[in-house]
């Protein structure tokens, strides 16, 4: 028997757990189970499914496994609102970072504050995604549910929360929530009067742990329901996006393409960022510094709706993609099927322009991985517009990543090569080398480096794109401008990406 760490993911679509040797980092076994699908623009689960499915990918990941499991840590979606009662019930659904249904809550929170002002205090910008804005909409639907609040976490808090039984939570999701400030380690409650309404907010929130805390030891309950022992730590946790920063090994320089459902183009600093556009979020990381994003709605199902409309498998459409002749004049789409983040347009929709009698089958696979990378790639440029580094690796993680037809956009739209690395769940991977670091008593810092996954492929640029990029802005922005000329319409968030 082997003392393992566990790392787990609990995704919009799935719960996803890693056992690591707690020694190595070698990977033993793996687990998933599947949470209830959803449709945005309402997109709501109810967390108990969260733990069922904690509970279904735990069990597979020990099947057959001689381990005995000493350390536990927790990554999950951003942003979703989990409102619970003063026992611990959950009182209604959560509503996820992809619902927009508060979409004119976000609108009117802008319209209090300039963009500017938000980036300035707390680092973002409202939209629909974030927890504040649904705490908005919650507070205007729904008041009496909001009366008996009295806990309020997102996914990862609350998943600690059934672990350990503490109300704890880290920076990096804080720093999602639109009602924290990294940069002075303190909930901004004056914030939740004003886009709430008056209230003791601080017995509702909360504590905020350090980068290399614990959260505690498990609870009986849970480690019986779980497999796992007695005496194991659970680790702070934290966001999807910024364990996977830790599980790739992410460096200062280096620029991370995440393709799952959402995308996410990010990098790291040690310095707060405040882009007065919103066009990036200036969240914390998972080790004391920051993680400045772009998040888009649309990355992998745009291309699985294009291979279900194409009737073809995932490999078949990539293939489609890459033998598409590079015409400068070739179908270009604004991949916003759902609506979209970056740039904060809610209501709009995908775009497809430049059809012809003579448009085949492969350039509409083309046009799906240029519209989700394009968009991508602008938010890459818009860190870089604020002097973050983006010159050092370019690394493609999430199940898009397995495709070399997104590989190969990138790097061509980028021209820079794009790596991938050992580290097909980078969430889980990140959770599990901050739960080694607590059972171990050393830094989350330490132990990415010592676990950094190696290199398994890279893709050299190997055609110029630049001809399709303007094409691409002018398309993109067609939707900002209905949104500009009615100022109170939810797309005036931002037009800016």
Not at 22 to 34: F, I, K, N, Q
Not at 130 to 156: C, D, F, G, M, Y
Not at 196 to 206: F, N, S, T
Not at 409 to 419: E, F, N, S
Request: with cysteine.
């Amino acid at each position: 028997m082997i003392d393992v760490v566990a790392g787990v993911d609990s995704s919009t679509q799935s719960c996803t757990v890693e056992l690591r040797d707690a020694a190595t980092g070698a990977l033993v076994a793996t687990g998933r189970a599947p949470h209830p699908v959803t449709h945005p623009p309402v997109s709501e689960q109810d967390p108990e499914a969260w733990w069922a499915a904690l509970v279904a990918a735990m069990a597979e990941a020990r099947r057959g496994a001689d381990v005995r499991i000493v350390a536990v840590g927790v990554g999950a979606q951003c942003h979703g609102l989990v409102v619970s009662d003063a026992d611990g019930r959950v009182l209604r659904p959560a509503r996820l970072w992809n619902d927009t249904t508060s979409a004119p809550q976000a609108a009117a929170l802008l319209a209090r504050h300039p963009a500017a002002w938000w980036a300035q205090q707390i680092g973002i910008v409202p939209s629909a995604a974030i927890t504040v804005s649904k705490l908005a909409l919650l507070a205007e639907t729904e008041p009496e549910t909001l009366a008996r609040a009295r806990h309020l976490s997102v996914p990862h808090d609350w998943l600690t929360y059934r672990l350990t039984g503490r109300r704890v939570t880290d920076r990096s999701d804080a720093s999602g929530t639109g009602y924290y400030s990294a940069a002075t380690r303190r909930w901004r409650t004056d914030i939740l009067d004003e886009a709430v309404g008056e209230r003791d907010w601080a017995p509702l929130l909360p504590e905020v742990l350090g980068p290399d805390e614990a959260a505690g030891r498990i609870l009986p309950a849970a480690a019986d329901a779980l497999g796992i022992d007695r005496d194991a730590q659970v680790s702070a946790g934290g966001g999807d996006q910024h364990l996977a920063a830790q599980g790739i090994g992410l460096g200062e320089g280096d620029v991370a393409y995440s393709l799952g459902t959402s995308g996410v183009v990010f990098a790291t600093t040690p310095d707060p960022v405040a882009d007065v556009t919103g066009a990036v979020d200036g969240v914390a990381n998972v080790t004391g510094g920051y993680l400045p994003l772009v998040c888009t709605l649309n990355a992998t199902k745009v291309t699985d709706t294009i291979a279900r409309l194409l009737g073809v498998d995932h490999r078949e459409l990539t293939d489609l993609a890459l033998a598409a002749p590079l015409d400068p004049e070739r179908p270009v789409l604004a991949a916003y099927l759902d609506g979209e983040r970056s740039p904060r347009l809610p209501s709009a929709r995908g775009m497809l322009a430049g059809i012809t009698t003579a448009t085949g089958r492969e350039q509409l696979a083309l046009a799906a991985f240029e519209g989700v990378a394009l968009g991508l790639v602008r938010g890459e440029r818009a860190l870089a517009a604020l002097g973050i580094p983006t010159t050092g690796h370019t690394i493609a993680i999430g199940g898009g990543a397995r495709s070399l037809a997104y590989r190969q956009v990138i790097a061509d739209l980028t021209q820079r090569p794009v790596h991938t690395v050992d580290a097909p769940e980078g969430t889980a991977r990140g959770a599990a080398i901050q739960a080694a670091a607590v059972h171990r008593g050393e830094t989350v810092a330490a132990v990415t480096a010592a676990w950094r996954p190696a290199t398994t492929s890279v893709t050299e640029p190997a055609a110029d794109r630049s001809d399709v990029w303007d094409r691409y802005l002018h398309l993109a922005d067609l939707q900002a401008e209905p949104a500009a000329a009615h100022p109170l319409s939810p797309e005036r968030e931002d037009t800016h990406v």
